[in-house]
Nanobody, 122 residues
Framework: QLQASGGGVVQAGGSLRLSCAASGRTFSGYAMGWFRQAPGKEREFVAAISLSGGNIYNEDFVKGRFTISRDNAKNTVYLQANSLKPEDTAVYYC?????????????????WGQGTLVTVSS
């Protein structure tokens, strides 16, 4: 029901726009989040957006480089990732939470997409 896309191979300093399209149900009533998992590492929170559009980010590494947004008319959430670094290489997952507000904890989310691979070369 959640289909992530937009991943690929990009050089360090480049940008990607990840998309997460929902089908089968309307996710306009859900907070949405992005997580990522690098090889050999645990899944970590990237960003989340509430129903009102308020955002939270993992400031340990985002530091203004990523922007999460949503288009409820298209049932889609986006992650604009700029100034990418090799350490951003990971599978990026989108998730939906049946709540007004996003969360940084993966256990709070009810639905998950299959992930899209982002590879940043140095």
């Amino acid at each position: 029901q959640l289909q992530a896309s937009g991943g690929g191979v990009v050089q360090a300093g480049g940008s990607l726009r990840l998309s997460c399209a929902a089908s089968g149900r309307t996710f306009s009533g859900y907070a949405m989040g992005w997580f990522r998992q690098a090889p050999g590492k645990e899944r970590e929170f990237v960003a989340a957006i509430s129903l009102s559009g308020g955002n939270i980010y993992n400031e340990d590494f985002v530091k203004g480089r990523f922007t999460i947004s949503r288009d409820n008319a298209k049932n889609t959430v986006y992650l604009q990732a700029n100034s990418l670094k090799p350490e951003d290489t990971a599978v990026y997952y989108c998730a939906a939470r049946a709540s007004t507000y996003g969360s940084s904890w993966y256990g709070d989310y009810d639905y998950w997409g299959q992930g899209t691979l982002v590879t940043v070369s140095s």
